[in-house]
């Protein structure tokens, strides 16, 4: 499957497929995808898990990553679970097909309503609530008292560990509003009262996104399953959380999510850790969002006009940081390749949008072929954090999605 970007006959191939031919009637910009890119990365981490005989292991997709109908029935039809964090995300994980009993409810801001509703779905509700506050804990177990049904808990560890990330998508720190430091969760443990209207099933932990090497990982889930041997009573499920991040600076094509370099860093904590405790939980919980849909969808824009002032070449194209606010929101850098290679000098220009806005940009000095008004120019890597944080800004319509 990989790598997924080469050159034909001078025109770009996206996962094997000719996009001169696919994009011949396309009004941009638009988002397009390739399910085969999915399926393939959801069995490279479990083939890498089982390797290391992690096999009691649930995959819960992070639907904030992207939430199209036709990805969540994919996810579905590979037996995945949702990490949803918003009660909206949890209808369309349910509308998929998604069995509420592999639906992790997290985030510090669920409302009694989401709650309630998360808790009335099946026999049991759903598998566990990702709880980050001790108000929400109450409010769960004056739920579980007024509908007579137990809540199910996993209190999710704030570690106090610095990830190797952009900060504004590091969550495993004293100073984020994530999670509940050591202390809270043994004040939380000693409040008998609020328990005999809950279940405490598992324990979770999350440091952050796009993690690509995960020593800081490690020292999560070693504080994580310490915790969980200190406990009187087995646990369900331990979740490690997610975070696994992927190459979005091409090195010749290469562009495979680090799922080797993951699951060697996990399969150390299970043998060192886990194994002398005598693994005291049934299953293996993993919120992979980003790493299993970002490699699979393009966004494909068109250029407008070519712009020479002061020095600068600006590439003026039809989408804009509404269209993919990466760019703008974390400096974040995407490969780009126009859809014909052209002959001729390379030279450094910007690829900018056209809102009013200086933060429009999808890259700046970024060394390109030859470009020419009217061209394709394909942005990669962008499966994930792409439509689903698009907007409407500037009135401008929302990106469409195709499936290739």
């Excluded at 592999?102 to 709880?131: D, H, P, S, W």
């Excluded at 929400?136 to 808990?153: D, N, T």
């Excluded at 932990?205 to 406990?231: D, R, Y």
């Excluded at 005598?278 to 293996?284: A, D, K, L, S």
Aim: aromatic share 8%; hydrophobic share 40%; with cysteine.
């Amino acid at each position: 499957m990989y790598p997924l970007y080469q050159y034909k006959s001078g025109f770009l191939y996206f996962a094997g497929h000719n996009l001169a031919k696919c994009l011949s009637d396309l009004i941009t910009p638009s988002y397009a995808y390739d399910l085969n890119v999915l399926k393939y990365n959801i069995t490279e981490l479990e083939e890498r898990l089982q390797s290391h005989q992690i096999n009691n292991s649930l995959l819960c997709y992070a639907l904030k990553a992207n939430s199209h109908p036709k990805i969540l029935k994919t996810i579905k039809s590979y037996n995945l679970g949702a990490d949803v964090v918003s009660g909206g995300e949890l209808k369309l994980a349910i509308k998929a097909g998604i069995s509420p009993e592999k639906i992790i409810f997290a985030g510090v801001g669920k409302t009694q309503e989401e709650m309630e509703y998360a808790l009335m779905l099946g026999r049991n509700g759903i598998l566990a609530f990702n709880v980050e506050s001790d108000d929400e804990l109450a409010c769960l177990s004056a739920l579980g008292k007024c509908h007579l049904r137990k809540p199910r808990v996993s209190l999710r560890l704030n570690p106090q560990v610095k990830a190797k990330t952009h900060r504004h998508i590091s969550t495993g720190n004293s100073i984020h509003k994530f999670g509940l430091s050591l202390l809270d969760i043994q004040t939380m443990l000693e409040q008998k009262t609020r328990w005999k209207h809950l279940s405490l099933v598992g324990l979770s932990t999350h440091i952050g996104s796009q993690l690509t090497e995960f020593k800081a990982s490690q020292k999560a889930w070693s504080a994580l399953t310490t915790l969980a041997g200190s406990l009187p009573h087995p646990l369900e499920f331990l979740d490690f959380g997610g975070g696994i991040g992927i190459h979005y600076q091409h090195q010749g094509f290469q562009t495979a999510p680090p799922f080797a370099q993951f699951s060697d860093a996990l399969a150390h904590i299970h043998s060192k850790l886990l194994d002398p405790l005598q693994r005291p939980f049934h299953t293996t919980i993993l919120e992979p969002g980003r790493s299993l849909i970002g490699p699979a969808g393009i966004l494909i824009v068109k250029v407008i006009r070519i712009k020479e002032s002061a020095g600068k070449t600006f590439v003026i194209v039809d989408g804009g940081m509404n269209d993919l606010l990466r760019p703008a929101l974390y400096d974040a850098y995407h490969e780009i390749y126009p859809l014909k290679l052209r002959s001729g000098a390379k030279k450094l220009v910007d690829i900018v949008g056209p809102l009013c806005e200086t933060s429009d940009a999808f890259a700046r000095e970024r060394e390109l072929p030859p470009i020419h008004p009217g061209d394709f120019l394909i942005i990669a890597d962008a499966g994930a954090y792409g439509k689903s944080m698009a907007s409407t800004y500037n009135s401008r319509p929302l990106t469409r999605e195709i499936f290739l």
